[in-house]
């Protein structure tokens, strides 16, 4: 992926505004008071605008610019030159509207942008699905960890280690208290 290349490291935590002033340094990243929006992506006449809620901290900050990005490359720069879009990210989206469909996308995009699961991989020194007390409490206190590594949210950790589990039922960590033997 292109904007990955971007990055000087797949190391975590992966700052998107790095990548995207790297990437295109025409870029303007801000702060606004959006009201109940997240997020919002502005292009105008060849110059683009990424604007992120100033309530948010840093690490939604970083999610919130994932899924900009998002938008970005797969709407602006592919021909809907002129976009305005306002929004919410990472929450729960139940109806079928094209329009849903889209932000889900986006939500996925940042998800994989932020934690590459081959990146992921590296980090798990737990099995994939903790059998015992002590391997649930230590998979636990780890997912905060990771959360805290990859600078995302602490439910899209869980979200992502969820889905590393399902596709590597029979994963075992390599080092770690739970290495395979
Ligand atoms: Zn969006």
């Known amino acids: 992926m292109r904007v990955v290349r971007g990055a000087v490291t797949l190391e975590p935590p992966i700052r998107v505004e790095d990548i995207l002033t790297r990437t295109w340094p025409k ?102 699905e903790p059998k015992t007390e002590g391997e649930k409490t230590y998979m636990e206190q780890r997912t905060i960890e990771l959360a805290r590594q990859f600078a995302v949210p602490s439910d899209v950790m869980k979200a992502r280690l969820k889905l590393f589990a399902a596709r590597r039922r029979s994963f075992r960590p390599n080092k770690g208290p739970f290495r395979r033997r």
């Not at 105008?44 to 970083?62: F, H, L, P, S, W």
């Not at 989206?93 to 469909?101: S, V």
């Not at 995009?109 to 980090?123: G, I, N, Q, R, Y």
Request: charged residues 25%; hydrophobic residues 45%.
């Open 27 to 128: 870029m303007h990243v801000g702060e606004a008071d959006l009201g109940d929006y997240h997020g919002a992506l502005v292009t105008d006449g060849g110059r683009a605008a990424m604007y992120v809620t100033k309530i948010a901290n840093t690490d939604q900050k970083n999610i919130i610019l994932a899924h900009l990005t998002w938008h970005w490359i797969k709407q602006a720069l592919k021909g809907q030159i002129d976009l305005t879009r306002q929004c919410l990210v990472h929450v729960p989206r139940e109806d079928a509207t094209a329009l849903a469909q889209i932000e889900r996308e986006a939500d996925v995009f940042a998800s994989e942008l932020l934690v590459p699961l081959e990146v992921l991989e590296s980090h798990i020194d737990f099995p994939a």
